[in-house]
């Protein structure tokens, strides 16, 4: 059964800490995103790489950046955590046309006190 | 930029009703529209989707929905709602095949009760 794996379910982190969130695909899959969700805002997309090394921002990338220095694995780092980035946050891959096969991770529940 | 608006944040119904879950976007060219599911502690999962052809479309789980582009919707329906529907639904449009451009609406909770 084909998988995107995040690291944590929950995590809580105090404010300033620097907090690295992990995705894995096992899929082969080029493109890589990740997502926050908010109550009444649905999803909202932070960063995406469709290459090794290779990232864009997405729609709200202040305060975050990403890595990826293998095909398999795309970080989301918060380099100083704060408050208003305790969210849910959710990675997905696909392939280049992968609007049949966009895949989700479980989420990370992140909570910065 | 496209856009997704989901006009109902809580749908409440009770078991064996029908539920529709209504969705309009905005976008000048053609687009690509999607329903995902989301169930409790979960990730999101395809329900169905809508790229060209016929504009009814038929998913997992018994749901269906239908494109109508001159009132720029994509509705969600189902005729008999089951316990285990009880879930978060998302609209999601996308204007091409590099989904990097797709863009969620902001949910419905659907609760189906006893």
């Known amino acids: 059964d084909v998988k995107v794996t995040q690291s944590s379910r929950y995590l809580v982190k105090r404010t300033g800490e620097k907090v690295f969130l992990e995705c894995v695909q096992d899929m082969d899959h080029e493109n890589m995103f990740w997502y926050r969700q908010d109550p009444g805002l649905g999803l909202r997309l932070i960063y995406f790489s469709y290459d090794v090394k290779m990232k864009e921002k997405g729609d709200i990338p202040e305060g975050y950046s990403v890595s990826r220095e293998k095909k398999e694995r795309f970080s989301l780092i918060l380099e100083s955590a704060s408050t208003n980035q305790t969210s849910m946050y959710l990675c997905?891959?696909?392939?280049?046309?992968?609007?049949?096969?966009?895949?989700f991770g479980s989420g990370t529940r992140l909570t910065v006190v | 930029a496209q856009s997704v608006t989901q006009l109902d944040s809580q749908v409440p119904v009770f078991e064996e009703a029908p539920v529709e879950l209504r969705c309009n976007y905005s976008?000048?060219?053609?687009?690509?529209l999607f329903w995902y599911v989301q169930y409790p502690n979960q990730g999101l999962q395809l329900l169905l989707k809508?790229?060209?052809?016929?504009?009814l479309v038929k998913g997992i789980n018994g749901f269906e929905a239908e494109f109508n582009k001159s009132q720029t919707s994509f509705h969600l329906r189902k005729p008999s709602v089951h316990i285990s529907d009880t879930a978060e639904y998302f609209c999601?449009?996308?204007?091409?095949?590099?989904?990097?451009?797709?863009?969620f609406g902001a949910g419905t909770r659907l609760t189906v009760k006893p």
């Open positions: 999601a449009v996308s204007r091409g095949i590099n989904n990097n451009d797709m863009r």
């Open positions: 976008s000048s060219v053609s687009v690509y």
């Open positions: 997905a891959s696909s392939t280049p046309t992968g609007i049949l096969n966009y895949t």
């Open positions: 809508y790229l060209s052809g016929s504009t």
